[in-house]
């Protein structure tokens, strides 16, 4: 394995400076060096193949449809070899006859509808959620599937945590009430912008109980800090704050715990963004941070984000994937830079981190890339560190979408592309041995697994 932070340290080479190891965007169009898909889902560099593990419309174990919209997700191991995979979906309540229960509504047990988060009054529950897939990879067959939580909205990302559940976020934040307009008509019973909390290894739907203290507000990734057991969490906006939760009792995060928003020490409120023509933040420039306490993490307004910024707080333009990566964290930025392409930050936290000594040595923050023109990755999604030390990173363009790679030497490489439809690619994870990738063609929703020699097959 390379070591990670010599390689987030090079990652600026691919992502500014053009060099004849990196391909560039217009060089990919003129000639990609992908297999094309004659199945026309995904095409993928040579020596790479996949399998359909999970499907839109699909019929499940319990009986429900798999809903559409696969996003974030991760895999765990399970009995015998076996791997378990929680998939989010990010669905909408208007789309409620792609949900798990298609239109049949009246037909929906009792003893599941009282399961959900929002039932919408018993008519329209909200139809965002995971479902659970087993699937055994030497046969490359999914063995089963089923619903694990649902009455959620717009289930974007989430992050695997080391006691084994999955914490999948909402990236909305709604107040109850019913919507005429635009049709279909439905109502909300409750607030939304929360994050749950999945167990992998539960057998069936689980009871949607929102973690009211990790804040109220449009999440979108999480990542656990081992060590501590404290939350960092990113938000997709265009002014959007960079979180952590420091939980009353590691691993047990219903008990509660305190929620902070990064800030930049000595420059308070700073835009990191750098669309102006004059930089606010330099690369490879790490800052010292401090945290700011949110003190209203449940607003009835949407203020989580506002008053953050205006009592100090540090903002960044979109914040989307994070991922561990070692000594530090990993997370995008999806329009910053000039070009506003994107941008990949690092947040190192402190040897003190969460606690009173922080301010000895304080946690630091680094801008490590900012995509231009001259490079293949375009604004960076959900992101991975891949077992042999690469960073692999989804996009989400208004163009097809694929999956980059990240060499320590700051080169990039196409790994996957989708020409076949406008949806982004999303999800990507590896299986707990680092033998399969597991990526997500959002729309209309289908969860891959991709096998290969990796090392050397996308050199």
């Not at 941070?289 to 333009?317: C, H, Q, S, Y």
């Not at 490590?368 to 077992?387: H, K």
């Not at 700051?410 to 406008?422: E, K, M, T, V």
């Amino acid at each position: 394995m390379l070591n990670r932070r010599s390689f987030l340290k090079s990652i600026a080479a691919a992502a500014t400076v053009p060099s004849a190891a990196t391909l560039s965007r217009t060089a990919y169009a003129e000639k990609s060096p992908l297999r094309s898909d004659r199945n026309g889902i995904l095409d993928l560099a040579e020596g790479l193949r996949y399998t359909i593990v999970s499907r839109a419309g699909d019929r499940m174990d319990d009986g429900f449809q798999v809903p559409i919209a696969h996003d974030g997700m991760a895999a765990f191991t399970g009995e015998d070899g076996r791997i378990i995979i929680v998939c989010n979906h990010e669905m909408d309540p208007k789309w409620l006859g792609d949900g798990p229960f298609g239109k049949s509504y009246d037909s929906v047990p009792g003893d599941v509808l009282r399961k959900l988060y929002d039932s919408g009054s018993g008519r329209t529950p909200s139809v965002g959620g995971t479902t659970t897939t087993v699937y055994d990879p030497d046969r490359r067959r999914t063995e089963r599937q089923f619903l694990s939580l649902c009455g959620t909205e717009l289930n974007c990302a989430g992050g695997k945590t080391p006691w084994n559940t999955w914490l999948t976020c909402e990236e909305c934040f709604e107040s109850p009430g019913t919507r005429l307009e635009p049709a279909p008509a439905f109502t909300r019973d409750r607030r939304h912008g929360y994050v749950f909390e999945v167990s992998a290894y539960a057998d069936g739907l689980q009871r949607a109980v929102p973690l009211k203290a990790m804040g109220r507000f449009e999440h979108e990734a999480c990542a656990v800090h081992e060590p501590t057991g404290i939350i960092y969490m990113t938000e997709d906006r265009h002014h959007s704050l960079f979180y952590r939760f420091i939980p009353d009792v590691p691993g047990k995060l219903a008990r509660g715990g305190r929620l902070q928003a990064l800030a930049v020490a000595g420059t308070p409120s700073l835009a990191t963004h750098n669309w102006s023509s004059d930089p606010a933040i330099g690369l490879n420039a790490p800052l010292e941070t401090r945290w700011i306490d949110i003190e209203d993490p449940d607003p009835l307004k949407n203020t989580v984000r506002t008053d953050g910024a205006a009592r100090g707080a540090a903002m960044f333009a979109r914040g989307e994937g994070l991922c561990d990566a070692g000594d530090r964290f990993a997370f995008t930025c999806t329009i910053g830079g000039p070009a506003r392409l994107g941008q990949v930050f690092t947040y190192t936290p402190s040897p003190f981190e969460g606690t009173d000594d922080e301010a000895e040595a304080p946690g630091r923050l680094e801008l490590i890339a900012e995509a231009g023109e001259n490079s293949l990755l375009r604004n960076a999604d959900n992101l991975t560190m891949a077992p042999w030390g690469d960073l692999i990173v989804c996009e989400d363009t208004s163009d097809h979408c694929g999956l980059v790679g990240i060499r320590p030497d700051g080169s990039q490489y196409p790994i996957a592309d989708n020409p076949y439809s406008d949806s982004e690619l999303a999800g990507v994870c590896f299986s707990p041995d680092g033998e399969i990738m597991f990526v997500n063609v959002q729309y209309p929703g289908m969860t891959l697994a991709v096998t290969g020699d990796w090392p050397t097959s996308v050199a």
